[in-house]
């Protein structure tokens, strides 16, 4: 249960009485129970905005800004370093240099406006067409790409907010990840929802991938942006007719 502590202490701002797990690696399979805990609550939010009148976009509005409020906007942060680094960086070590620099550039900005905007857009389309139940799923999802991410890819930086999770991480960890994951969106939102494991999988390889390239492997920047950016997709994905 150490590790739950941890994986709530990593992934959120909310009190976690307890101490930390000896080893960071041990929280990653609890990372789907905080997507679950952090989704579930947004959505009472929701269902509880739109019971007082409030219309969808503003109901939207309001559930993406405390969704980031939630999370301290851990994962934003990691968006824009990767998105400065990336964009304006010639070679690994450059980038490298970028995402630690605690100053945002255009890059950054850009991709963080194109980002809020994107998941305001689907959660206004998701509680127009009666769709809540991928706001849990979305969040369950992006939880556990870290943990895959941590797995096969080695860290770029000799140290980092993000090294005790990725060089400790083990296949027991993203296997009960992915099995924890894949219960709680069963027990949520049906065997249906199951289907957002489709794109995301892809999703993570992919930017797994990239950064291996251009990076040399991943960083805590990385992990937190290959948060975000499978959160918007299972949401857009939810959009689908």
Do not use: N
């Not at 009485?17 to 399979?29: I, Q």
């Not at 309001?62 to 370093?81: E, K, M, N, S, W």
């Amino acid at each position: 249960m150490r590790g739950l502590v941890t994986a709530l202490r990593t992934l959120s701002i909310l009190p976690a009485p307890g101490r930390d797990a000896d080893r960071m690696a041990a929280a990653l399979p609890w990372f789907p129970a905080v997507g679950a805990l952090l989704g579930w609550l947004l959505l009472s939010a929701a269902w509880g905005l739109e019971r007082i009148g409030l219309w969808e976009q503003g109901t939207a509005f309001f559930v993406l800004a405390a969704g980031v409020a939630l999370t301290g906007a851990i994962h934003i942060d990691g968006v824009a370093d990767c998105a400065d680094g990336l964009g304006g960086g010639r070679d690994r070590e450059k980038r490298l240099a970028i995402m630690k620099d605690s100053h945002v550039g255009v890059f950054g900005v850009t991709a963080v406006i194109l980002l809020l905007l994107g998941k305001w857009v689907c959660l206004t389309r998701l509680f127009q067409t009666g769709g809540h139940l991928w706001l849990p799923t979305a969040w369950i999802v992006s939880r556990t790409a870290p943990v895959a991410l941590a797995f096969y890819l080695p860290y770029a930086r000799d140290k980092g907010t993000g090294a005790d999770f990725v060089r400790g991480s083990r296949w027991p960890h993203l296997a009960a990840a992915l099995a924890l994951a894949s219960l709680l969106i069963a027990l949520g939102g049906g065997a249906a929802h199951l289907g957002a494991w489709i794109p995301a999988l892809p999703m993570v390889f992919l930017w797994g991938y990239y950064t291996r390239r251009r990076l040399g492997g991943v960083t805590g920047d990385v992990l937190g942006a290959g948060v975000e950016m499978t959160e918007t997709l299972i949401l857009a994905t939810g959009c689908l007719p």
